[in-house]
């Protein structure tokens, strides 16, 4: 079994880093941002890129990526240190179970 990364992978991890160096060039970046810092406008660009919910359905907001696009996004925003410490329960735990369990309401 090949368990490299696609082309499209790598990709990806590229247009992540240059997004996270541009984004994060200015900012003083904290070794524990990851679960201390949060940025409502940098989550806001986070997210116009898609990269909020990047597994969930797209008619929920999603763009039905892979799980290990979500690691790739994941381990760039660690090694970036970038200020998204409330993506953890968001992202990874409240929205799925919503997606799951709640309403078609909730979902929308």
């Known amino acids: 079994m090949d368990f490299a990364l696609t ?3 790598h990709a990806f ?6 997004f ?7 900012e003083t970046v904290v070794e524990d941002g990851w679960i201390a810092g949060f940025s409502l406008e940098f989550s806001r660009k986070l997210g116009a890129h898609g990269w909020i919910g990047l597994t969930w359905p797209k008619k929920h907001g ?5 799980y290990l696009d979500r690691v790739i996004l994941t ?4 090694r970036a ?9 968001g ?3 409240v929205g799925p179970a919503l997606l799951a369990y ?3 309401e909730q979902k929308a």
């Open 102 to 104: 709640g309403s078609e």
């Open 81 to 89: 240190g970038a200020p998204v410490a409330a993506h953890w329960l």
């Open 62 to 66: 999603g763009q039905e990526k892979t």
């Open 75 to 78: 381990e760039e925003l660690l």
């Open 91 to 93: 992202d990874r735990q």
């Open 7 to 9: 082309p499209e992978q």
């Open 13 to 18: 991890r590229q247009e992540i880093r240059a």
């Open 20 to 26: 996270l160096a541009q984004e994060l060039a200015h």
